[in-house]
């Protein structure tokens, strides 16, 4: 169906805008509106909510534009996840009409009109930056930008026009509005010329592009893998020489910015791509002291199953665990660090291993802001990693009342696949303990103190019991 769909696109593309590649020009493209005979949009594939709030704006007598990801995912035959929306209304312009609105951001104010847990995003129209104060006009407050001596938008609220708004835009694709007042889809860019040669490209030059805001790096290859579309030479040429400006951009997004990467469905070809652009080494500087030019390291195995194996839940609508995802991704650079410390410290290793837990966790917050009750579970996933091995008693029963047993038992069961055979035994033992009722569970744990049930401990040895002797009477 997708491919019907996106055959009519294509189809429709040629018609309207007539452009050969060959002399297509890039530089200062036309403006093309494709009225509603034309396209494949109808209103019937926008979100209810996102209906109400272009109508409520354009009745009160605001332009309102659908743009972005909802109509470039509408016209390749795709769901939209978001619906964003752009209007010429300022940020309390928007407040004023819908009590159910949130002003958030400060580098470019945003307004949120919530519906339950559906969050309808509008922009004000952005406009170009410039070195004076911009004129205030009438009640729309303007705000001058500012940069950093790299060249990053530490400010952007700027207003300015639809056209305007369009060249400050990231990708062509992404510059595409669709006209709530006509139902008409208006192409600044020739994005949709691109959604049908399947090419990620930057508006204007990429370096600089990159340097107001170097997420956009990242965008390009979230586009370039969830959309299947290659990135156009000229905006991919910048990316590695420009990865370590990911460096100065706050923790806190880059966490988003890593679910929306790594738990999108694509994770494993996205992942792939941040290699190649060394971007994922920006990311995860941890890891990338683990990698090797063949992907042999027990690191790269691990991130290479857990990211397809979270790409396999997400494809039959199962719920994905950010923790779990973290936990097994620094794994191993975190027992290694324990190795080491109990190698240089003298410590037992089970106070080097929660030591070694802690550094690994403090250093990855660094560059990904993880939330605490994300790296509470890493913890709590990764100590019972130790726990699992220790089934005399009465342990194993404690262990299966853990609240995060089953997660652990998971990830012990994942490691298995790339560690030696007396975890695969343990993985198979912990398997058949969750399977059996009680009394064979009783007869397991027996079976483990008598020493014939194949632990992986061998039985505490006795010292001989030694007779106490009769004190000799004394002789008289």
Not at 3 to 8: D, K, S
Not at 47 to 68: C, F, I, M, P, T
Not at 255 to 266: A, I, P, T
Not at 350 to 379: C, G, W
Request: proline share 4%; hydrophobic share 35%; with cysteine.
């Amino acid at each position: 169906m997708g491919c019907v769909i996106f055959n009519r696109v294509a189809s429709f593309c040629r018609k309207v805008l007539n452009i050969d590649n060959s002399t297509r020009c890039t530089e200062e493209p036309d403006l093309h509106i494709i009225p509603r005979q034309e396209h494949g949009i109808s209103r019937k594939d926008i979100s209810e909510n996102a209906l109400k709030v272009l109508y409520r704006l354009n009745k009160a007598g605001y332009d309102a534009y659908l743009v972005g990801g909802g109509v470039r995912d509408i016209l390749l035959g795709k769901q939209p996840k978001d619906f964003d929306i752009a209007t010429n209304a300022t940020p309390e312009e928007i407040k004023q009409l819908f009590r159910n609105c949130r002003l958030i951001g400060r580098r470019f104010r945003l307004a949120h009109i919530l519906f339950g847990r559906d969050v309808i995003e509008v922009a004000t129209f952005r406009g170009h930056h410039s070195d004076k104060p911009a004129p205030q006009t009438g009640n729309k407050k303007q705000a001058v930008s500012a940069q950093s001596q790299e060249g990053m938008l530490l400010r952007d609220n700027v207003y300015g026009s639809i056209d305007e708004d369009a060249e400050r835009r990231d990708f062509t694709i992404n510059a595409l509005y669709y006209n709530i007042d006509d139902y008409s889809v208006t192409d600044y860019t020739n994005g949709v010329q691109d959604l049908n040669d399947r090419v990620i490209r930057l508006i204007g030059d990429p370096e600089t592009r990159y340097r107001e805001d170097p997420v956009r790096m990242l965008r390009a290859i979230r586009f370039a893998a969830k959309l299947d579309m290659t990135i156009e030479p000229k905006t991919a040429e910048p990316i590695h020489e420009l990865s370590t400006l990911l460096r100065d951009i706050p923790a806190a997004r880059l966490f988003e910015e890593s679910l929306k990467l790594l738990q999108s469905g694509q994770g494993y070809a996205t992942y792939k791509l941040l290699r190649e652009y060394n971007l994922f080494q920006q990311l995860f500087p941890i890891l990338s002291e683990h990698f090797t030019e063949d992907n042999s390291s027990n690191t790269e195995k691990m991130i290479e199953f857990i990211l397809k194996a979270t790409d396999k839940r997400l494809a039959k609508d199962q719920r994905v665990n950010p923790a779990f995802m973290y936990a097994a991704m620094l794994w191993y650079p975190m027992t290694t660090r324990a190795e080491e410390i109990a190698f240089a410290s003298g410590l037992a290793y089970y106070d080097a291993f929660m030591v070694a837990a802690n550094d690994i966790l403090d250093e990855q917050v660094k560059s990904i802001a993880i939330p605490r009750r994300h790296t509470t579970t890493v913890r709590d996933i990764w100590q019972q990693q130790l726990r699992l091995s220790r089934r005399n008693g009465k342990r194993a029963f404690k262990a299966m009342e853990h609240p995060k047993f089953r997660a652990s038992y998971d990830f012990l069961e994942m490691r298995s696949h790339f560690e030696d055979d007396d975890l695969r035994d343990l993985a198979q033992w912990w398997k058949e303990f969750q399977q059996v009722d009680n009394q064979k569970r009783n007869k397991m744990v027996q079976q483990l103190n008598d020493g014939s049930g194949g632990g992986n401990r061998r039985p505490r040895r006795r010292r001989p019991h030694q007779r106490r002797r009769k004190p000799q009477a004394k002789s008289s």
